[in-house]
């Protein structure tokens, strides 16, 4: 079974640009969330996205958006890019669709690396 | 906030066991207990979970205390290519819950 695909997986910008990133997920899962990792603050949570509607958001700006198509896969957008949108955006896939059940872990893919000069 | 507490970094010679410690003092009785790993450049990979039972898999054994306040993953025989952060995460194991990661554990396997 594939992994979790993005595209693509290195971009450069620069400030006040916008910018799509997309995901496929893994066949079968439902769910897919957006994460950020920077050197400063880490690995910290976008959105998720489970059949279409955004189930999550963390706390970001608005200028970070994102939706889900029918077939699960899956864009952020970021507009008016600034100097530290510069990252790895991760994104994750599951199931989703299981509530409780405890088998239900997340799967990365690569990322895609950002770089806003 | 991460709701756990781990070492920065940890070295661990070539083939032998890695314990990798990680407190959690605030847990609820529904939480279950992540851990994570991230190989340099790569997204993170799921390694095992649990809730107040040891469990075993075929990457790594997880040892929760009986007052699940802390944890302990196991390499058993640590391999040049365990060498990531491992992240230690307490979740409620519910389809709405995001990952909320701290800052980790560097380990470093040595040859």
């Known amino acids: 079974k594939a992994g979790v695909t993005q595209t693509p997986r290195y971009l450069i910008k620069t400030r006040g640009q916008q910018v799509t990133l997309s995901c496929s997920p893994i066949?079968?899962?439902?769910?897919v969330s957006w994460y950020q990792q920077t050197p400063g603050q880490g690995l910290q949570f976008l959105f998720e996205?489970?059949?279409?509607?955004?189930?999550n958001k963390g706390n970001f700006p608005g200028r970070f958006s994102g939706r889900q198509f029918s077939n699960s896969r899956s864009e952020m957008n970021v507009s008016t890019l600034e100097l530290g949108d510069s990252a790895l955006y991760l994104c994750?896939?599951?199931?989703?669709?299981?509530?409780?059940?405890?088998?239900?872990?997340?799967?990365f893919g690569p990322g895609t690396r950002l770089t806003v000069l | 906030d991460a709701k756990t507490t781990q070492p920065p970094s940890m070295d661990c010679a070539e083939g032998r066991a890695a314990n990798l410690p990680c407190n959690h003092s605030?847990?609820?009785?529904?939480?279950?207990v992540y851990w994570y790993r991230q190989i340099h450049s790569q997204g993170p990979q799921y390694i095992i979970h649990?809730?107040?039972n040891n469990e075993t898999n075929e990457m790594a054994s997880l040892i929760i205390t009986e007052d699940r306040k802390s944890s302990t993953l196991i390499l058993p025989h640590a391999t040049l290519r365990d060498t990531a952060v491992y992240y230690c995460?307490?979740?409620?194991?519910?389809?709405?819950?995001?990952?909320?990661f701290g800052k980790g554990t560097r380990l470093s396997v040595i040859a």
């Open positions: 605030t847990i609820s009785g529904n939480e279950y």
């Open positions: 994750a896939s599951r199931h989703g669709n299981f509530g409780d059940r405890p088998n239900n872990e997340q799967f």
């Open positions: 066949s079968g899962h439902r769910s």
């Open positions: 996205y489970f059949s279409e509607t955004q189930r």
């Open positions: 649990g809730l107040k």
């Open positions: 995460i307490v979740r409620v194991d519910s389809g709405n819950t995001p990952l909320v």
